[in-house]
């Protein structure tokens, strides 16, 4: 398994990087969005990777952090969806927009990316559904430029423990993963306040969907 490539962008095209890593070349395939924001031919890059492997195929995937990386796993236990189109779906509306998309059971934006139709995106949020939770509250770096100094990536999510109140930790959890998703930490905060105030035994992965369909616009 290839978990992490670091090296120097040597070639880029359409769908994917060759990164040149103690002279060896990696054919790296990324979603738009990665594939954007790696640096320039010449300059160092790094990018959590993942192995496919198949009985007459190898091909090594791009992910810009861990996160992506774990998105694109989930999305591949899903009949149907390959690596290109778990690639789309993040090219399309990006990784925050999926998981999003997902939690608020909205096919119609995953529909949006290219190749997928209805009945595959629906699958996708029936099957996921409750397995993006843990995955929203995982926030991470994104960048995938390299430097001399290091370039490790900090995807840990800071839990406030408050004894042993599971109600105080799935509000933390959830208010962390709203924020990971591009909301303001008051809004959140708001929310995911309200939801538990007429709940206050909804757990974590709960709190998340009921707060992100009051902050939904529409």
Do not use: W
């Not at 709190?207 to 992100?212: D, N």
């Amino acid at each position: 398994m290839i978990g992490r490539v670091r090296g120097i962008v040597v070639e880029r095209h359409d769908n994917h990087v060759v990164i040149d890593t103690g002279g060896v070349g990696y054919v790296v395939y990324c979603s738009e969005r990665t594939l954007a924001a790696i640096p320039a031919v010449g300059e160092r890059a790094v990018l959590h990777t993942d192995l496919l492997v198949r009985e007459d195929l190898l091909q090594l995937f791009g992910f810009r952090s861990a996160r992506e990386r774990e998105l694109h796993r989930l999305l591949l236990t899903v009949q149907g969806v390959g690596a290109r189109a778990a690639l789309a779906m993040v090219s399309a509306i990006g990784v925050e927009g999926v998981i999003r998309s997902i939690i608020l059971q909205d096919a119609n934006s995953i529909r949006a990316a290219q190749g997928v139709g209805p009945k595959l995106a629906q699958r996708v949020v029936n099957e996921l559904q409750d397995k993006t939770a843990a995955l929203a509250a995982a926030g991470g770096g994104e960048s995938v430029a390299a430097d001399d100094a290091g370039d490790e990536e900090v995807a840990d999510l800071q839990h406030v423990q408050a004894d042993d109140d599971l109600a105080v930790i799935a509000r933390t959890e959830a208010i962390s993963a709203i924020v990971n998703l591009g909301y303001r930490q008051p809004e959140a905060i708001r929310m995911v306040t309200e939801v538990a105030a007429k709940n206050p035994e909804m757990e974590t992965a709960d709190l998340i969907r009921e707060a992100l369909k009051r902050l939904a616009p529409g």
